[in-house]
């Protein structure tokens, strides 16, 4: 009896900035993605690697866990600010990269904390993390209506979309150049390695060895 050949592994990686942080890693991890990966003309989603069995998919930070989630991949990088706003219970993050720092904050235009946050109870707030968003509020007591925003979100308090914008910030610089400040700090931000939970126990032979390639490419990174 022949049994079917095994699916490959589904490695999903975010766009952007992570990205150029994360080659490193996955060079130093044994994964070297085919030369079509870094051809910036390519359309080009999915990728096979030097790895047997392993392809790499490119999609948006935020897509990273959804796929990784339901399965769709088996493992992934993702910042620790979208595994919070997404919660999901299928996601096991076993080792921080220790790349893609940054925060999630709180900004407004100058001024306007000292203008209305006395007796604060309800705020309007532009962001692409509702779920953070309001749980900060909430454990303050006060009311947030989130404005769902996928970018530009600077822009927001100067059209009177809202008043206040939640964010990621790293030199503060964009915020400065659009007239905001930063108040509060939400959270600070590092890149993880995620698994489904499922596939964890299922292909375990094949996740395990690559889980502890990248925590061993971590401690040599940090070593150096």
Do not use: W
Request: proline share 5%; hydrophobic share 45%.
């Amino acid at each position: 009896m022949t049994h079917p050949a095994p699916q490959p592994l589904i490695f999903a990686i975010p766009k952007g900035r992570i990205l150029e942080e994360a080659l490193p890693l996955l060079a130093k991890a044994g994964i070297e993605p085919e030369a079509e990966f870094h051809a910036k003309s390519s359309r080009a989603l999915k990728f096979a690697t030097n790895v047997p069995g392993l392809s790499i998919i490119r999609v948006r930070a935020f897509d990273v866990a959804t796929f990784v989630a339901h399965g769709a991949a088996q493992i992934g990088i993702v910042g620790s600010d979208v595994i919070a706003e997404f919660d999901y219970s299928e996601l096991y993050a076993p080792v921080d990269l220790g790349i893609g720092y940054c925060r999630l904050s709180v900004a407004e235009p100058v001024g306007l904390d000292a203008e209305d946050q006395a007796g604060l109870s309800h705020v309007r707030v532009a962001t692409k993390y509702p779920h953070l968003t309001r749980q900060y509020y909430e454990a303050q007591g006060v009311q947030a209506e989130c404005v769902k925003l996928n970018g530009a979100m600077e822009l927001a308090p100067s059209l009177g979309l809202s008043r206040r914008i939640v964010d990621l910030v790293s030199s503060g610089a964009t915020l400065k150049a659009n007239g905001l400040v930063e108040t509060a700090r939400i959270m600070e931000i590092t890149s993880r390695l995620v698994v489904n939970r499922a596939a964890m126990k299922m292909r375990a032979a094949e996740l395990v060895p690559l889980v502890e390639r990248f925590r061993t490419a971590v401690e040599t990174s940090d070593a150096a």
